[in-house]
């Protein structure tokens, strides 16, 4: 060996070794800078190979669902002319015969009815903004706010499982789950999905697990559900008397028995089982510490709002998120249930909003003082909008609306979105869109494409079919891209 290295490329077996060592060297030095540079796919929580399909503007997502639909007449979209035409039937020629709830589909009269609350603009955008967010108003110029959004759903179930899924029928992968499924997680010791609920003090709907569901994915790629309990994820704990190193072993068999069972039957689910109990042993560690929120500065709580520091509240979940982000979860989906006002809309929105508002704009800001703000989007909203017309009869003491699905408000901040503006516009009724149009195949394909995939390329054959979040419809917005 040593005469054929000298003869055939004129060097010497210690010259040979010691250029080898400095290649081991750059090989270790990379493992220590990138940790998953030679990380392989067994964890199950590794990116799809060719992912992402370009350079991603966001790395993670915030969602902050309103579950119940807010309406975007008393928050976001300003139309003076319903107060102007308080009490006037609705105009055929506006409503163009578009079907109704069964709520409101039997009343002889659709009285207009204009927001009780004032509203002025902010920011230098000049965005209207309803009093009833004086919080959110001081981050105005850091918001993109969609007043186009729109759905086929009209009802609770299907509009909230299309927003969250792609489709208005169950057995769908949710949002985050793509996600996991696509990109994987930036912390081996934390899921790629986590999902925080809370209650205000409206009218709620109810939420359930089929809106982060896995759907026909591996069911690693579930959302991780957080209680506002002192456990803050369930079953996590060992049992009374059984130490980590007794789990440690108990594990390491039981790997071993679905090793064999693999082998045997080579159902892919057993293998995600294998991972499912690996990932909830380096949870045990993980999340008490990262729950734990009494470790914050003061000038953090006052932030987010004292609530922050009570489990469960909207405000508790937005500070929880904000360090599950930090943390490298891909996408935390919050929802706080309570903005179904069909009723008493001056009673309870009010207290919803008071809820949010500052908990919300705390976030924001938060990130952004921690620079985490460009890699982080944040989205507010939720499933369809709310009526022009009063459901019901209408007073001067209160107002109630009902299900609009054909406009509606969001808005996203941070993230490689356009800071400070308002895109589209809905007509002087606030009931048809007139320009640039947003559905929600629209918005998943934009907000995928911000997290670097390609909505067409992310697909999943399922029963001979290759399905997509966006189903077979859906574009990018561009106008809302920084």
Avoid at 329 to 354: C, I, K, S, T
Avoid at 411 to 439: C, L, Q, S
Wanted: glycine share 10%.
């Amino acid at each position: 060996m040593k005469e054929f290295l000298e003869n055939r490329f004129h060097i010497t077996r210690r010259h040979f070794l010691g250029k080898m060592s400095l290649g081991i060297g750059s090989v270790a030095l990379g493992s220590l800078l990138i940790p998953d540079l030679f990380k392989g796919d067994d964890d199950g929580f590794s990116q799809l190979a060719g992912l992402p399909h370009f350079a991603p503007r966001a790395k993670r997502i915030i969602y902050l669902f309103q579950n119940g639909a807010p309406s975007q007449l008393e928050s976001f979209d300003y139309k003076p002319l319903l107060n102007k035409m308080a009490g006037q039937d609705l105009p055929e020629s506006v409503r163009q015969g578009q079907r109704l709830t069964g709520m409101t589909s039997g009343q002889s009269r659709f009285p207009l009815v204009g927001s009780h609350f004032s509203f002025k603009q902010y920011g230098q955008s000049g965005a209207w903004m309803s009093e009833l967010f004086p919080e959110m108003a001081k981050i105005v110029d850091e918001m993109c706010i969609v007043k186009t959004m729109h759905t086929e759903a009209i009802n609770h179930d299907p509009a909230l499982t299309f927003m969250q899924s792609g489709a208005q029928q169950g057995n769908r992968p949710s949002m985050g789950a793509w996600l996991s499924y696509g990109l994987g997680s930036e912390n081996k010791n934390l899921p790629a999905f986590c999902v925080l609920l809370s209650r205000g003090r409206g009218n709620g709907q109810g939420v359930y697990s089929k809106l982060w569901s896995n759907g026909f994915l591996d069911s690693i790629h579930q959302g991780v559900q957080f209680s506002s309990s002192e456990e803050r994820v369930l079953y996590l704990k060992d049992p009374q008397g059984r130490n980590r190193e007794d789990t440690r072993k108990m594990l390491d068999h039981l790997s071993e028995l679905n090793s064999v069972n693999f082998k045997e039957f080579g159902d892919p689910e057993i293998q995600t089982r294998i991972q499912q109990y690996e990932m909830a042993y380096r949870m045990q560690t993980a999340v008490p510490e990262l729950a734990d929120l009494s470790t914050e500065p003061d000038h953090i709580i006052k932030m987010y709002g004292a609530d922050c520091l009570v489990p469960g509240t909207y405000a508790s979940n937005c500070l929880l998120a904000r360090k599950l982000s930090e943390s490298g979860v891909r996408f935390v989906q919050l929802y706080h249930q309570g903005w179904d006002q069909h009723g008493n809309m001056v009673g309870e929105m009010p207290l919803q909003a008071q809820d949010v508002d500052r908990a919300t704009a705390g976030l924001v800001m938060d990130l952004k003082q921690r620079g985490l703000l460009d890699e982080t989007l944040v989205i507010w909203g939720g499933e369809f909008g709310r009526t022009n017309y009063c459901q019901g009869t209408l007073t001067k003491e209160n107002y109630g609306r009902d299900h609009h699905p054909r406009a509606y408000t969001i808005w996203m901040a941070g993230g490689g979105v356009k800071p400070g503006i308002v895109y589209g516009e809905t007509d002087e009724f606030g009931y048809n869109i007139i320009r640039d149009p947003v559905h929600v195949n629209d918005f998943h394909a934009t907000v995928l494409h911000l997290m670097g995939l390609d909505h067409e390329r992310l697909t999943y054959k399922h029963l001979g079919r290759r399905y997509r979040l966006t189903d077979v419809a859906g574009k990018v917005v561009n106008g809302l891209l920084a």
